[in-house]
Every structure is written in C-alpha cells, then in structure tokens.
C-alpha cells in the first residue's frame, strides 16, 4: 500500500491510493457546547435528500447523544473494539498515534477493516436520547441524580474525509473525492451494490437503498456548496453550532480563515475519532462539561484538554478573537473565507472576493424593559 | 579354478592379442560421433520449436475442449427443466477461490459445479448446475446477498488473466443471472414491504397528501416527478430498475472493476431451485449485439474460452467475493 500523510495523528500511515489531496477541502466545524438536539439539520436533510421510498432509515445527518446514543446503534463502539489498542505518544507538542488504522489494521482479504451492520442495528436512530452516563440512584421518596451526571449531544454527518474509507472499499471505484472541493460522492450509476462501502465506512455514513439497491451518502449539498451557500443541514442549525468553510493543512494555515483559526491556531476543533486514519474533515469542539475526559480523548483524541482549556478561556471573556470567530457561527447562508473583528465589538466574515457577508456583534444587546409600561398600562414579564 | 573360468580368461587373452583392423579404428569413432551430434541436434531443436513454430490459432487447430456446445435443433433458452437437457453430456467443473484482487473469497465450495451448453442457429445457452442449501433471492436488506452465477466468454487463445473480467485486448461479455432479479421478474418488484412487512410511511415527495393507510405505493407506480427520489434509477443504473425483462445482465468487461452493462439487453436465462441446488440457464444471442462496446460473437465450429462464476447469497458474496473457474475451452461443436 503507499505511503500517505495524515497530519491528524501525525505519521504517515498505509492507505489503497497515492495521496492527492482536492485543491480545496469542504470542512465544518460543530461546537457541541451549543447543540440542543432539536434535529432542525436531520430534518433539514431528511426532506432534502432522503424523503424517497428506500431511504426511510436513512440520516445522512443525525445527532445522537453521548455516550449512551448511536446510530447505527454501537458503531463507534464496535470499530474501537475491532481496531485493538490505540495510543498516542507526544513528541514535542504534536502528538503521534502509535496504534494502528483502519488501513493498518486490515485482514489479508480485506480492503478495508470494518463490518456491516444488520438492519436492526438501523432500527432505532433515537436510542440513548438525552440518557445520561450513570443511572439515577433509587432514594426512598425521590430519583436521586449522581455528582457528576453528563451528556452530551453529537450531530453527525459525512466526514468528507481526506482520506475516505468507503472510496478506498470501492472495486467498482464508483465512489470518487471531487478535487475541487474534497467532497466524496458515489457515482449512481457506477454503483452495483455491493456494499463494500457501507461495511468499510467506520462512521457508518454511507447507507444501501433498499428500493433502488445501491449505496448512498450525504453530498454536503453540493449544487449550494458551487453556488458558494452553505449545505442545507448548516444554515438550519437553530443553536448556531456550525461553521462551514474550506480547511487547509496545518502548514498552509491561514489565520484570517475561520475554520483554519479555530482548527489550527487555537486547536479548539478537534476530528472525530482521529485515530481510524480518515482525517475527516467535520471538526467538533469538545463539550467542556463532561466529567469523563478520557471519554472525550477516545472521541476527539489527546487534544481535548488544551481545547476545552481555550475554550474555557473564551468564554470567560479573555479570547475576544476566539470569541469572534464562534459568533460568526450560522450568521450567513455564504460561504466565508476571511473573518476580522472590527472595532474590537463587532466581527465581520468575508466571502473569497472579499465582499463582506455579515457583521454581527461580539455581544448581543441586552435590553431589560421596565416592569410597568405606563404607555399602555400594562405589565410586562421579561422573557430570553 | 573352475574350467568355465579359465576358458574364458584364455579368450580375453587371445582378443587382446590380435590388433584391431583399419575399419575398426576409423568407423567406430565417427558412429560414435556422428550418434553424438545427431542426439545434440535433436535436444537444440526440441528446446526451439516452440520459437521457430509458434502454436497456430485454436480455431484451425482444434483442440480437445474442456466444454463442448452441443447443436440441436432449438436451445431451450429459459428452460432449465426441458428434456433438451437431459441429452446433453455433462461436464464438471470446479471453482476455485478468488485471490488476485481484494476483497478476497478464500473459501472454496467442496462440490463441483455441473455444465452443460447447446446451441440453434440463433442461441447459445448454458445449463449450470450448482449446490445451494437456502436460496438467497433478495437482496433488500442492507445484509441481504443474492445468489448469482455468470458465464464469461472471451477469445481463445485467452492469456490466463482474462478470466477475471477480461483484459484490454479480450474483453469478456459475460452473462450475469440474478437470483433477486428473477424474483422481480417472477412475482412483481421485490419492494421495501417484502423485507418489511410492518413499514409505514407519511409522505413520498412529490406525492400529494398524506399516504393512505401509511401504505407506501408500490415503486413501479410512483410517479415519474418521484423517481428524482430514486437517485440510482433517475441515472439509468439497470441495478435499480424496478421492472425487470430479464433475470440475465448482459455485460462486457475489460479487468477488474470495468464491468459495464451492454446498451442491448438481449441475453435470457432463468433459474430453478430445487432439492439443494440452483439450475440456470444463461443465453445470449451468437451473434453479438453489442460488437462495439466488446461483445463477443460466436460461431459454430470454433473454440473459445470460457469462465464459469458462482456467488453463494448465503456467504455474503458479492463483487469479487465469488468463486470464478479456471479458463475454460468451449468448442461449438
């Protein structure tokens, strides 16, 4: 197999094809910090592309809850157990994965390591809604809740990843990575069915159609991402979780870039499950509540701690540019590629010609109104 | 010492004696030469015949055949049951396991496949005959495989690596039965409802209103503004066409992962399943169809190679997680 670099756990590693990165990458960033799991985005994506018969279980998107929540149900549990020990040295203030990937780890007469689910397994895409990590204890008149009771909500969607399982599965190579914008698609008439891709996919986000008994997958709204808006399941988003942009690699950063300044300058955006060696191209912020911080590394890998630690910062008011760059999050439907805090109160996001997009304020107005409204005589509660 | 003995001891004696004679001295060593090079020349020209005849195309050569077509008077193209059949010499072929290119098929079935092949003035078909426990017929759930079997067809001489899907220089066509598409064929769409009897749904875009019942309407019926929801049939993917003519795909291929379905869709077959085993008929016109995207056309007398497939449903197999034969000699006798 050739040799690949994948920046993300900081080796080179084995992949099925000589690297050839897009000459942009489509990427998001997610702050789970923000996200309610209202399903706004799997509804948004449901009536977009997945309404058809043969794709009633089909979430291209999804938000499941952690740690007890998955869909299909246990598939990070289940590739974590298949892939055996996963430890990271640091070397310096990188860190190296010393354990094996997906493609390092594959049988003789396997393209890829990984497993097809069963239809049951599809069955319950909300199971483990809103469960916390402990159970509440049985007191004599009353639920107690546990100390330190957690969870928190993951939305999921297609990593696009650099370097994609289910592309590498493919015999047909009927899967293909545009190299304009990185976003990894199955071509619908190359696929025969196989499967290859849904058994090899470690994210379990390519899905087989039982009507039209092909595979298929999220498209990141391609026809919007052309015209420069943001995919459906992004400029949805209630809880203004999302940024949509293009990432560069590490040493081709651009700081003024929102996904760059929050992926590589602050580290405060961190890959799912690093360590499978896709390097996927959804980044989330770690949850800063969450008890478990080993829970958190096995998901987002050893960066987790300096993240929430920045994050942290930020919100205590010390990081206004972190804090600028977070704001921006859901602002526009139009792809930005630049951002600037103006004035040192506002912050303003540009497009790739330079034209500005939006502004919006670092902090939102308050306006406390008087109890009493002697226009019209009346009461007046004050509600957020 | 014993008389034998001595009398002989007293000859050797008397040969050693006498000198040799001018023949003797000359003659002998030139036989003995001449022996020599005559043996050398032979071994120098047994070593290069190969390169100074070079084999000549099977076609005028004829060689024995692993499978022979045998003619008859009308092939019993979508029969596997008529008594054509049973007339015909049998041939047994194992299949071997699939290790040239990833996903591997490592298991080998312990039984031989059984073939049989006869040919009209329109037709070739081929009988095969082969072990499956279950039927697997569908292939609507996401770990649902079919069963299937193909015969591939190639020019003959054939360089070993045609047999997996052909090669640039021999493309394969290839007659591809599928177990699921037979159902399609047989007993209507196998759809959504027939892996999931309990399914209910609210609405199919563009389909006004609610649907009744929670029933979703049968694919075949969905309106043609619905199919841009069936992204694999709107781009014309025969693997999602939901009416089916036939259970065969015809399809010509040129290596490993090439496979393309033929714009004419004129091969037939069906399959029977029966106390363990499948038995399919696979057919497709002699003359070829399809002549410019590869296809093969065949003609009474000539030999060509052939190739014989299985996927076990049962085992998962798909793609080339199969078990191919080896090259094959099929004459049409």
């Known amino acids: ?384 | 010492m014993k008389t034998w003995r001595r009398r002989a001891m007293l000859r050797l004696a008397s040969d050693k004696a006498k000198p040799l004679s001018k023949v003797d001295r000359f003659f002998l060593p030139a036989v003995a030469v001449s022996s020599l090079a005559t043996a050398l020349l032979a071994a120098f020209y047994k070593q290069f015949e190969s390169v100074l005849k070079p084999a000549q195309a099977t076609t005028r050569q004829q060689p024995i055949a692993d499978v022979i077509a045998y003619r008859v008077p009308k092939a019993p193209i979508s029969d596997p049951d008529s008594p054509v059949w049973g007339t015909i010499k049998e041939y047994r072929i194992n299949l071997a396991d699939q290790t040239i290119t990833r996903p591997l098929k490592t298991t080998v079935p312990k039984q031989p496949i059984t073939v049989k092949a006869v040919y009209d003035d329109e037709w070739i078909a081929f009988l095969l005959i082969f072990p499956s426990d279950k039927p697997s017929k569908q292939a609507i759930k996401v770990n649902e495989f079919r069963d299937a079997c193909a015969v591939l067809l190639a020019r003959h001489p054939a360089k070993p690596e045609v047999r997996f899907m052909g090669t640039a220089d021999n493309p394969a066509t290839i007659l591809h039965w599928k177990a699921d598409w037979q159902a399609d064929v047989e007993e209507g769409f196998q759809d959504i409802e027939k892996a999931f009897p309990n399914v209910a749904a609210d609405f199919y875009p563009p389909l006004k209103g609610a649907v009744a019942d929670g029933k979703p309407p049968k694919t075949v019926d969905i309106m043609s503004g619905a199919v841009r929801w069936l992204a694999g049939l709107n781009a014309g993917n025969p693997i999602s066409e939901p009416v089916k003519k036939s259970p065969v795909e015809k399809i010509v291929g040129k290596g490993p992962g090439t496979i393309a379905t033929t714009p004419t869709q004129d091969a037939v077959g069906w399959g029977r399943w029966l106390d363990g085993h499948w038995r399919v008929v696979l057919a497709k016109k002699l003359r070829a169809s399809d002549s410019n995207v590869g296809e093969i056309s065949l003609e009474p007398g000539n030999v060509y190679a052939a190739a014989f497939t299985v996927w076990f449903g049962g085992e998962r197999d798909r793609g080339g997680r199969k078990n191919p034969s080896m090259l094959q000699t099929l004459l049409l006798q």
């Open chain 1, 1 to 384: 197999m050739p040799k690949v670099y994948n920046w993300q756990i900081g080796r080179e590693m084995d992949y099925w094809y000589e690297a050839a990165r897009p000459r942009r990458q489509a990427g998001a960033v997610f702050d789970t910090n923000k996200c309610i799991a209202c399903q706004t985005c799997t509804v948004a994506c449901k009536t977009t592309w997945t309404s058809g018969k043969g794709q009633e279980y089909m979430y291209w998107n999804n938000v499941e809850t952690k740690p007890w929540g998955s869909y299909p149900m246990g598939w990070d549990v289940n590739i974590l157990n298949m892939l055996g020990p996963q430890r990271w040295t640091k070397n310096g203030d990188k860190y190296v994965y010393q354990g094996k990937t997906l493609f390092e780890a594959t049988p003789a007469n396997e393209r890829v390591l990984g497993y097809l689910p069963s239809d049951i397994e599809y069955a319950y895409p909300n199971r483990g809604e809103d469960e916390t990590n402990q159970p509440l204890t049985n007191e004599k008149f009353y639920l107690k809740l546990p100390h330190d009771v957690w969870f928190f909500y993951l939305p999921r969607i297609c990593n696009h990843c650099t370097y994609p399982a289910c592309l590498a599965a493919c015999s047909r190579m009927a899967i293909y990575k545009r190299p304009e914008d990185g976003i990894v698609l199955v071509d619908q008439l190359r696929c025969r069915g196989y499967r290859e891709c849904v058994q090899a996919c470690p994210y379990k986000k390519v899905f087989y159609n039982h009507v039209t008994r092909i595979s298929e997958k999220c498209v990141l709204c391609y026809p919007a991402v052309e015209r420069g808006i943001w995919p459906r399941c992004m400029r949805t988003c209630i809880g203004k979780i999302r940024m949509f942009g293009y990432v560069n690699t590490p040493e081709n950063a651009d700081p003024e870039n929102p996904l760059d300044f929050l992926i590589h300058v602050k580290k405060v955006a961190l890959p799912l499950l690093p360590q499978l060696g896709l390097e996927p191209n959804i980044y989330y912020i770690p949850p800063v509540h969450v008890g478990n911080v080993n829970f958190l590394r096995m998901l987002f890998g050893p960066g987790v701690d300096q993240a929430i630690q920045t994050y942290r910062k930020a919100m205590a008011g010390r990081d206004t540019e972190l804090v600028a760059a977070l704001v921006l999050n859901v602002s526009a439907d139009r792809i930005m590629t630049k951002f600037k805090v103006v004035g040192g109160s506002e912050v303003a996001g540009y497009d790739e010609n330079g034209h500005e997009v939006v502004r919006v304020p670092l902090k939102e107005p308050t306006v406390v109104r008087p109890f009493f409204d002697e226009k019209l005589q009346t009461f007046r509660h004050n509600i957020t």
